[in-house]
């Protein structure tokens, strides 16, 4: 059975830091990319960061440039979103997914929220002003 867990959300103050982890089980690790998505109450899905299995990390919001970084941990099949800086706009509820393959489909785009196979039941990330 295939199952992405997200932990680590959170209620936090701006300017402070959060981990979130993704423990990855029924699937081949290293041949997945697995990203990380974010959803804000009445607002559409959107990507943050994704890292493939040749650990090539990639960006999908400019956003959090400079503030959040992805890594992983093959070893424990984990995936890890380091969040610092938050700002109350970062508020949402962060998602990790699996795709077979890179971060990038057809075209070199970064591949859309439905090109991911596998998804996790989501952790609330909460940041106060």
């Known amino acids: 059975e295939v199952q992405l867990v997200e932990s680590g959300g959170g209620l936090v103050q701006a300017g402070g830091s959060l981990r979130l982890s993704c423990a990855v089980s029924?699937?081949?690790?290293?041949?997945?990319?697995i990203a990380w998505f974010r959803q804000a109450p009445g607002k559409a899905r959107e990507g943050v960061l994704c890292?493939?299995?040749?650990?090539?990390?990639?960006y999908y919001a400019d956003s959090v440039k400079g503030r959040f970084t992805i890594s992983n941990d093959n070893a424990k099949n984990t995936v890890y979103l380091q969040m610092n800086s938050l700002k109350p706009e970062d508020t949402a509820v962060y998602y990790c997914?699996?795709?077979?393959?890179?971060?990038?489909?057809?075209?070199?785009?970064?591949?859309?929220?439905?090109?991911?196979?596998?998804w996790g039941q989501g952790t609330q990330v909460t940041v106060s002003s």
């Open positions: 029924g699937f081949t690790f290293e041949d997945y990319a």
């Open positions: 997914a699996a795709a077979l393959g890179l971060c990038s489909g057809y075209g070199a785009t970064l591949k859309e929220p439905y090109e991911y196979h596998y």
């Open positions: 890292i493939s299995s040749s650990d090539v990390r990639e």
